[in-house]
């Protein structure tokens, strides 16, 4: 015992001096370690001064301030005389350490003793009313203090103030403050405080703008953090900082509370140069000691995707909790770092820290983030054997892992669960089973789930009408977007991407660039997403112009640069004819990666600039660039282009050093290469030693070598496998015969023209279209259905005309008078 008394120099000198209840009193109110705050008790029952009223409260105190509650309840209860100071001290234990009920029920105990109630009873017993948010009890406690006259105490009326604001009550709040006969910037900054806790930010400012004009009173940090704090909370967070600038301006600087309520809204603006200008000064000001700021710094480097710097603090300043885990696993998540953010998962344990179930859902949703769908299914697995308590969010984001796998059994199995938790009803894993269940193709077991939902959003109605656009059922989607409107929700743009979607994915071009029109005058403007979709639609139909306007919104708002659009401009482009606007919009990309590489690559090929593909894909190779199928498919096509074969043959030999495996279409295009340059005996050794089975396109490639280089026996072969194949195909029937016409084959050129004929087949006539003034013009062979086919005839008429006098033959078939 003398050991642990020597390290409390305040102790000793009371040892070794005089003892009287002053001293004791002035040791108790320093002592902060409860072991020694028992033997200073021990002590003063050792000196006779047991039962003294004055100590007795002093210690009862002293246990509240150590966390013993239990301690300071025993003295309490022990104590044989109490006065208004011992009721206040035990009231206020109770109330600091959360037991609200507990302190008020001692509270209607002392109402009942003949105590004269003194005014600093009151802010104690009206921090309990706030603590339960029991209004009613507040009001009632209010009655006592008129009661009492202790009205006009300004620490009684700022409790009050207080107590009004954090029950939600600011009417009243405001009407005690206009009452006031006396007040103070505490008075003030509880109602700005109440006003910004309820999310009522511009009054919470108002009341602040209104303190400083009331007179002498200037608001001063509190009232400042208050403020900011509020409309951060509350999303506002340009705002916010525009509160943050003119609170300097008024000379007063932010300390580290006021920083750290105002970092989430820095991290959600992701200005980074801002981060970095706050963490400056944090870090001058000596603030980088508070956990909060601290965190809070990790968070805005997180957003802005500079994980390098929020690692580093981290790692060097970071209070290690499962705040600071949690915000590094989502940051690694968010940006592609999956790895390190596993083994921050794994790490956290190992430190003494229970990971919670923030942790696990941060890491099950950021390998669905991440498209690493079993991955995060294993991991909802090891939550489950780990005894972890799945909520919606874990179950929102498992679900989501089966429906992008299509697991549906075990999707079934979750669902189960979540019916087990009363979870099913939750909008986000209803609006998870919903997908679930659309992309199953399931659409009954989908409306039965939404159905469920008790509490439905725009983002479960989104799930379930971009299941029915994936499923082609127009008139359902309509239906729904009606019935959603009437239960008061309005159509946003995850709805209409969601139906774009949906109907892209089933080839209902028209249908897509008709309702992106209507999305436009809806004063909705597109995203990234948006953009995505139309321009494959644009491609498929040839709208260039339409195509031209969505890349001049690409542009505006920066979307251009990104590969995702950048990628599918240049796709657009070269399927449009237009190769040199491909190149332009491929030089855009700021970070150009294999796939806008191979689509350019691609629309070389397309244009038969095989030069051109040959020196842009060398340069791929020199800068480093891992080639795959998709790029030696571009290539070899544009070896097909443009004749050359040994350039062909050394391409297609050059994809075994980077183990890719040829397929079929890489076949195809060396039989197609080797057929048109007249090897055809190599083409067909080829087609023999393919590791895949060949297709139609692989023997008509052949057929079609045969047919130039009129090698009958071969191409005979070719057209018997051809027909093996697809019997039913015309065009086959029409390359033999062409093979024997080339010949001079005429009995067997009758006998093919005679089974065409037997078997009633006829050609699929060629179709083509043409976009002039934002319409759409569709031509068909031997098509009469055009408003315009009679001047259409009449000009190419002309036009046969005109070429006969030029010398040319013009082409035609027997029986295939145009008019």
């Known amino acids: 015992m003398n050991s642990l008394l020597s390290t409390n120099q305040p102790f ?8 009287d209840s002053t001293s004791y009193a002035s040791v108790l109110e320093s002592c902060k370690c409860p072991n020694l705050g028992k033997q200073i008790h021990a002590h003063i029952v050792k000196n006779g001064f047991s039962g003294h009223e004055f100590l007795e409260t002093k210690l009862l105190q002293m246990y509240g301030r150590c966390g013993s509650v239990e301690y300071s309840s025993l003295v309490f209860d022990k104590m044989p005389q109490r006065n208004i100071y011992s009721w206040a001290g035990i009231i206020t234990v109770y109330t600091d350490h959360g037991y609200f009920e507990e302190a008020l029920s001692l509270f209607q105990e002392l109402q009942l003793e003949e105590i004269c109630l003194e005014f600093f009873v009151f802010p104690v017993v009206l921090k309990a009313c706030s603590g339960l948010s029991e209004l009613g009890l507040g009001k009632q406690v209010h009655g006592l203090v008129i009661k009492n006259e202790l009205v006009s105490n300004i620490y009684v009326g700022n409790s009050l103030i207080d107590m009004y604001g954090k029950c939600g009550s600011l009417d009243n709040a405001k009407k005690f403050l206009d009452k006031m006969p006396e007040r103070d910037c505490v008075s003030w900054n509880s109602v700005v405080t109440g006003c910004a806790a309820n999310g009522l930010v511009f009054e919470a400012l108002e009341v602040l703008e209104n303190m400083g004009s009331s007179g002498n009173l200037k608001p001063n940090l509190v009232s400042w953090s208050a403020v900011i704090g509020g409309f951060t909370q509350n999303g506002y967070d340009e705002e916010a900082l525009e509160l943050l600038y003119r609170m300097q301006k008024a000379g007063l600087k932010p300390n580290a509370r006021t920083l750290a309520s105002f970092l989430p809204a820095c991290a959600r603006l992701q200005t980074l140069s801002l981060g970095k200008e706050i963490h400056g000064y944090i870090t001058r000001h000596g603030f980088m000691s508070n956990p909060f700021a601290v965190n809070g710094l990790v968070d805005v480097y997180r957003r802005c995707a500079d994980m390098r710097s929020a690692e580093k603090i981290f790692l060097k300043f970071s209070v290690r909790n499962l705040v600071s885990f949690n915000t590094m696993i989502v940051g690694y998540c968010e940006n592609g770092k999956v790895s390190k953010a596993k083994k921050l998962f794994d790490h956290i344990e190992l430190v003494g820290i229970k990971k919670d179930t923030i942790s696990w859902n941060s890491m099950i949703s950021g390998y669905v983030d991440n498209g690493l769908f079993n991955d995060a299914l294993k991991i909802f697995r090891d939550s489950q054997y780990e005894g972890v308590e799945a909520d919606s969010f874990t179950l929102g984001s498992a679900l989501t892992a089966c429906a992008d796998l299509a697991a549906l059994r075990q999707g079934k199995e979750i669902h189960s669960y979540a019916i087990s938790r009363c979870l099913h009803s939750n909008p986000f894993v209803g609006g998870s089973l919903v997908e679930l269940y659309c992309k199953s193709g399931d659409l009954a077991a989908a409306q039965m789930v939404f159905d469920e939902v008790i509490e439905r959003d725009i983002t479960t109605w989104n799930a379930l009408i971009s299941g029915y656009a994936r499923c082609n059922r127009k008139e359902e989607v309509d239906k729904l977007v009606v019935t959603m409107k009437t239960e008061g929700l309005e159509l946003n743009i995850y709805t209409w991407n969601g139906i774009l979607a949906g109907y892209m994915e089933n080839g209902e071009n028209e249908s897509v660039l008709q309702l992106f029109s209507e999305m436009q005058n809806s004063n909705l403007k597109p995203d990234i997403y948006t953009i995505g979709i139309i321009l494959p639609v644009c491609t498929r139909l040839a709208t260039i112009e339409r195509g031209k306007q969505i890349h001049g919104y690409s542009i505006r708002c920066g979307y251009d640069m990104g590969v995702h659009i950048g990628a599918s401009l240049v796709d657009m482009y070269a399927k449009c004819g237009f190769i040199s606007n491909a190149e332009l919009a491929f030089n855009r990309i700021s970070k150009p990666n294999l796939v806008s590489r191979n689509a350019l690559l691609a629309g070389y090929a397309m244009h038969g600039l095989g030069e051109e593909g040959f020196v842009f894909f060398r340069k791929m190779l020199a800068e480093g660039i891992r080639p795959d199928s998709v790029t030696f498919l571009s290539v070899l096509s544009s070896c097909v282009h443009a004749g050359s074969v040994d350039l062909g043959c050394k391409y297609f030999d050059l994809m075994k050093e980077y183990n890719i495996e040829p397929t079929v279409k890489h076949y195809t295009c060396m039989v197609d290469l080797l057929s048109r340059a007249g090897r055809l005996c190599e083409a067909y050794e080829l087609v023999k030693q393919m590791k895949v089975e060949p297709d139609c396109v ?122």
């Open 12 to 19: 000793l000198s009371l040892i070794n001096g005089p003892v």
């Open 698 to 819: 692989t023997w008509g490639s052949l057929l079609g070598g045969c047919v130039i280089h009129r090698n009958v026996g071969l191409g005979e072969i070719a057209a018997q496998k051809l027909i093996e194949l697809d019997p039913n195909n015309s065009g086959n029937y029409i390359l033999l015969a062409n093979l024997y016409a080339s010949s001079g084959r005429w009995d067997d050129l009758a006998r093919t023209r005679q089974i065409i004929k037997d078997r009633g087949m006829q050609k699929s006539p060629g179709c083509s279209w043409i976009e002039d003034r934002d319409e759409m013009h569709v031509f068909l062979a031997y098509d009469r259905t055009h408003v315009r086919t009679e001047e259409i005839y009449e000009t190419l008429d002309n036009l046969s005309i005109q070429m006969k006098k030029d010398g040319y033959t013009v082409d035609s078939l027997p029986n295939c008078n145009m008019k």
